[in-house]
């Protein structure tokens, strides 16, 4: 099975990483497109365009200034090491060996506004540019239309051999891969709560629990995906009754 996860807006290139292995992003020559356009940006138009401070628009633009190939362990680092927030405290690879770090490669990737999709050990800079933000390009007026077939496209040559893709990536993101053009089952989990007699999605609790399924698929080599439905960190456990074919439904 194949997962795939959304990137986070912290980042963390001060901390060494564990591994010196790496490999460059597959989609690196149409990073650089989005990167010439964002470029044509003032810290104003960034701090507009991502609703952030100038503060965090200035780092931003700097970011996009800086920005160069090739990638290489000076200046760049592994996406997994890199991100940072709810998820990929979930996933923890801290503890990572080589053979979890050998598995996560082959298994997951994380869906980028800029880097389209990336392996978890693909080198990446710094950079904030998230796949909801209205950005107009040379292939239209947003993100979704800028990367078009190309991530699902990735996709599908993974799925070719994983059969399985699991979605534990937010709306936002998912929103860059094409269901209908997928080569493979798609799951997507969901992960609920009971809260004044009925069951709610909470943000940051769902964020986690999806990092944490990750790390079990990880740690637990999972290849069958009916072995997924044993997941039950965080309290949370399959509920049959609220699930169905694509959707999954993990309550507590």
Same mark, same amino acid.
């Given at each position: 099975m194949l997962i795939i996860i959304s990137p986070a807006k912290t980042l963390d290139y001060t901390t060494p990483p564990q591994t010196s292995r790496s490999t460059q992003p597959e989609l690196l020559e149409q990073s650089q497109i989005l990167i010439d356009r964002a470029r044509q940006l003032s810290a104003l138009d960034?701090?507009?365009?991502?609703?952030?401070?100038?503060?965090?628009?200035? $780092?931003?633009?700097?970011?996009?200034?800086?920005?160069?190939t090739p990638f290489t362990a000076d200046?760049?680092? %592994?996406? &997994?090491?890199?991100?940072? +927030?709810?998820?990929?405290? #979930? $996933?923890?690879?801290?503890?990572?060996?080589?053979?979890? &770090?050998?598995?996560? %490669? +082959?298994?997951?990737?994380?869906?980028? +506004?800029?880097y389209g999709l990336l392996r978890p050990l693909d080198l990446m800079q710094p950079y904030r540019l998230e796949m909801g933000r209205s950005l107009s390009n040379p292939r239209g007026k947003n993100l979704y239309q800028f990367w078009g077939d190309s991530i699902t496209d990735a996709i599908n040559k993974?799925?070719?051999?994983?059969?399985?893709?699991?979605? $534990?990536?937010?709306?936002?993101?998912?929103?860059?891969?094409?269901?209908? &053009?997928?080569? #493979?089952? $798609?799951? /997507?989990?969901?992960?609920?709560?009971?809260?004044? #007699?009925?069951?709610?999605?909470? #943000?940051?609790?769902a964020k986690k629990a999806r990092g944490m399924m990750s790390r079990f698929i990880i740690k637990n080599?999972? /290849?069958?995906?009916?072995?997924?439905?044993s997941f039950d960190d965080m309290g949370y456990h399959y509920n049959p009754e609220l699930s169905d074919e694509s959707n999954w439904i993990f309550t507590r």
């Open positions: 960034i701090s507009e365009l991502m609703r952030v401070s100038m503060k965090l628009a200035e $780092l931003n633009f700097e970011r996009f200034e800086k920005w160069h200046n760049a680092k %592994q996406a &997994l090491l890199a991100f940072k +927030g709810d998820v990929y405290t #979930g $996933l923890n690879v801290t503890d990572f060996n080589a053979k979890d &770090l050998d598995f996560a %490669q +082959g298994h997951l990737r994380i869906l980028s +506004g800029l993974v799925l070719k051999k994983e059969k399985v893709l699991i979605n $534990l990536a937010s709306n936002e993101y998912f929103k860059s891969v094409k269901p209908k &053009l997928l080569s #493979g089952r $798609l799951i /997507t989990p969901h992960f609920k709560e009971l809260k004044n #007699g009925s069951y709610k999605v909470i #943000g940051v609790h080599r999972l /290849t069958d995906v009916e072995a997924l439905k």
